[in-house]
């Protein structure tokens, strides 16, 4: 079954710079790749996905970037704001049938003033 | 609309003890899930269903059962509760794969076992 490794487990980054989160993925079958976001007690939300048909995908400050040949993922957030601290979670999976989604280990995001 | 909606937000059970977590969703959502979220763990799907009546295991079934006898409904419950189980349970659900692979989220369970 598909196995997601995400990476760093913490990040703390200051006000305004770049932030950058990555993933791993083994299942070469899987072709969606979404990223939720989970502030403290609330629930994890889909912020950005991206399908394996697409390199790359922005949504504003938030960019996901995918190398199929590697296996890899990542969530680049730029101009850092302070609402952007939470935890963030990759995920993987076959999108037709019912495949299971599968959550990397999160990332705890800071960012400080 | 409220979405995915569980209950109880918040329960302590003794080892030994069984209790019944409820998710319901209002969205017709074909696809439900129970995830559990552990420290330094992410999201780890105990059980899932793909339609009413239908129901199959994730990466952590043990320990637990599901129900889905109702489309909107799915429960989560637990037996014999173990210390190991103490987590935050998250219910979700989704249309069918082919569509869109988005989950949401009900606003988490906390289970502590004594």
């Known amino acids: 079954g598909e196995n997601v490794e995400q990476h760093p487990s913490t990040l703390s980054v200051q006000e305004g710079d770049s932030a950058v989160i990555k993933c791993t993925y083994s299942?070469?079958?899987?072709?969606?790749f979404p990223w939720y976001k989970q502030e403290l007690g609330k629930r994890p939300q889909l912020i950005i996905d991206i399908r394996s048909n697409v390199g790359e995908k922005k949504d504003q400050r938030i960019a996901v970037t995918l190398n199929k040949t590697a296996k890899h993922f990542s969530l680049h957030i730029t101009e850092t704001q302070p609402e952007d601290s939470a935890v963030y979670f990759c995920a993987a999976k076959l999108l037709q049938g019912a495949q299971k989604l599968v959550f990397g280990q999160g990332t705890r995001l800071t960012i400080n003033p | 609309n409220a979405g995915v909606t569980q209950t109880p937000k918040f329960r302590v059970l003794k080892t030994g003890q069984s209790m019944t977590l409820l998710c319901a969703q209002d969205?017709?959502?074909?696809?439900m899930y129970w995830y559990r979220q552990d420290p330094g763990m992410g999201l780890r799907l105990i059980h899932y269903?793909?339609?009413?009546?239908?129901?199959a295991k994730g990466e952590v079934p043990d320990g637990y059962n599901v129900s889905r006898l109702k489309k909107q409904n799915f429960l989560l419950g637990l037996e014999s509760a173990a210390p190991s189980q103490t987590s935050v349970y998250f219910c979700?659900?989704?249309?069918?794969?082919?569509?869109?692979?988005?989950?949401?989220f009900g606003e988490g369970s906390r289970l502590t076992v004594l």
């Open positions: 969205m017709n959502h074909e696809y």
């Open positions: 299942d070469s079958a899987s072709n969606y």
């Open positions: 269903s793909v339609g009413e009546g239908t129901t």
């Open positions: 979700a659900s989704s249309l069918p794969g082919q569509h869109t692979g988005e989950l949401f």
